[in-house]
């Protein structure tokens, strides 16, 4: 399939996000039909809540347990099921088996559609062709972009982290730095992978990666630690994940080292954090929206077949820098738990 995606879509821009809210509301792109439990109108429906016959929803993604991020997906979600008279059914595992299991189990309930990650699309492939084979409507969001089209899933909500990644290099530059360690936290993930190949294109400083067993949070300490006594030159620690970002700061301290760290994604903790001058800043891909968009994306396309984008372009919900100008802005919502 093609996957030329057009400018707009590559453009690193925070209006991005809530445009596209915006576009998938008005449904000025649509295609297809909403199939065969499609519902009438809404007439009678009380403000802020749909009056269509009940839907269930799968949400299936590859979080891990204890990772923060994740409980905003989910709250997204979930305020989008109360909306639309939707059951929401969570699930996740970090293993791309498991994922597999989790789709096949959402096809035998006969679920009215099911939004997933693609962490590793290709463990998930067969899972989703069947799910499609039994007429249910896909949607993807976080992981993926560059597989959701050729996995024929609907649409795609998420932040494209190879732009992201670039972006974040660039950070890099303006603040002067020289040496960076990429930590991902989960082999395999191709959008970690993406990430940390987006800094490496744009930075101009020396910069590897360090894998690390995210399920381990005093593991992923430790060998930050000890990477930062083995190499004293590194000025900056770069990492994938909120919890992750705030475990290297401890790094840091017990390293004794003056190594800064920035990282992508944020939570309530992470933004106070930042506030306080221990990590420089985060890229945020709001998190909360691409829960909300990809369960309200299957409400649409039952009810009204609409497809946001055509079916052809993703909506982009990042990146976005936050940092200490912007914070205080940003801590408002995260203290509603929606940022």
């Known amino acids: ?18 445009a596209a809210a915006a576009a998938l509301l008005v449904a000025g792109c649509s295609s297809g039909s909403g199939g065969k439990k499609a519902a009438e109108g809404t007439a009678d429906a009380p403000a802020g809540k749909a009056g269509t016959p009940r839907m269930k929803v799968a949400m299936i993604t590859h979080g891990g ?4 991020f994740w409980d905003l997906i989910r709250k997204g979600a979930q305020t989008a099921a109360a909306k639309d008279n939707i059951e929401l059914v969570y699930s996740s595992d970090p293993n791309a088996a498991t994922q597999a299991n989790l789709i096949q189990n959402a096809i035998d309930q006969k679920v009215d559609g099911i939004a997933i990650t693609l962490a590793k699309p290709d463990a998930v492939k067969s899972a989703v062709a069947k799910a499609r084979q039994a007429g249910i409507p896909v949607v993807g969001f976080n992981s993926g972009l560059s597989e959701w089209k050729d996995q024929g899933l609907l649409e795609f ?31 395999g993930n191709v959008g970690l992978e993406a990430r940390c190949a987006g800094v490496k294109k744009t930075f101009k400083g020396a910069t590897e990666n360090l894998y690390v067993n995210g399920t381990d949070m005093p593991s992923v300490k ?27 700061v401890q790094s840091v301290a017990d390293a004794g080292g003056k190594a800064k ?19 420089r800043f985060a890229v945020d891909q709001q998190p909360y929206l691409q829960g909300y968009l990809a369960v309200d994306s299957l409400w649409l396309y039952r009810t009204n077949g609409n497809v946001s984008g055509g079916g052809q372009e993703p909506v982009l919900t990042g990146p976005a820098f936050v940092d200490k100008e912007n914070v205080d802005a940003v801590a408002t919502f995260a203290a509603k738990g929606t940022r």
Not at 65 to 68: A, C, I, K, M, R
Not at 157 to 185: P, T, W
Not at 261 to 279: I, R
Request: with cysteine; glycine share 8%.
């Open 222 to 248: 430790s060998t930050i630690a000890a990477k930062l006594k083995q190499d004293g030159s590194i000025d900056h620690v770069v990492t994938l994940g909120a919890p992750f970002a705030l475990t290297a």
């Open 65 to 68: 347990p204890g990772d923060t």
């Open 261 to 279: 760290v920035a990282t992508f994604d944020l939570n309530k903790d992470l933004v106070n954090a930042v506030k306080a001058g221990d990590v």
């Open 157 to 187: 909500f998420g932040q494209d982290e190879s732009v992201a990644g670039e972006a974040f290099g660039e950070k890099l530059n303006a603040l002067g730095a020289k040496r960076a360690v990429c930590v991902i936290h989960e082999q």
């Open 1 to 18: 399939m093609d996957r030329t995606f057009l400018p707009c879509s590559r453009r690193f821009a925070p209006a991005v996000a809530a």
